[in-house]
């Protein structure tokens, strides 16, 4: 075993390389939200991340070999951040995560309407995400199925029922 870690075991050692809570949200933006830019993960999480949390996650998942980051060519100060092959495999563990939460846990409808539909689209669906995060993140050619489309629509039609909803009240 390595020194560097606390044990061999395979759930330790993925804990350890994911890190904390952050680790996994920011994975979490880059994957369903697509946000690629740091301002995009700063402002666009509901949970609120400070940015020099969010910059040491940035520079640990990067170290790990989870995301990866090269230069903006509209802007030299700014990076583009991708999700590895690595962090694309997680695909499965979020969606498990995703259908946990929604039972067993207050989530939103419209926070949970992507797990939802991962959940019940199983492995198949998955793997077609995955194959589209592969041609988002990683130059491979784009598939003829977009599962983001379809988790950003029914995200986009929960929130638009729900509001509409509160416009009625």
Excluded at 37 to 59: M, P, Q, T, V
Excluded at 97 to 108: D, E
Excluded at 137 to 154: D, I, T, W
């Amino acid at each position: 075993m390595d020194a560097s870690h606390r044990s061999g075991c395979p759930i330790n050692l993925t804990l350890e390389m994911l890190g904390d809570r952050w680790s996994l949200i920011i994975i979490r933006d880059l994957m369903f939200g697509n946000r690629r830019h740091f301002r995009e993960l700063l402002g666009g999480s509901e949970e609120r991340i400070a940015s020099n949390i969010l910059a040491d996650r940035l520079k640990r998942l990067t170290e790990s070999g989870l995301i990866s980051r090269r230069d903006d060519p509209s802007h030299k100060q700014k990076g583009i951040y991708s999700l590895t092959e690595p962090a694309i495999q997680l695909v499965p563990l979020l969606a498990q995560m995703g259908a946990w939460g929604r039972r067993h846990a207050p989530a939103s409808e419209e926070l949970s309407i992507r797990a939802e539909i991962l959940e019940e689209g199983g492995p198949a669906m998955w793997e077609a995400f995955m194959v589209e995060l592969r041609a988002l993140h990683l130059g491979q050619p784009a598939p003829e199925r977009s599962v983001f489309s379809e988790l950003q629509a029914a995200y986009l039609a929960v929130v638009a029922r729900k509001s509409g909803a509160l416009r009625s009240a």
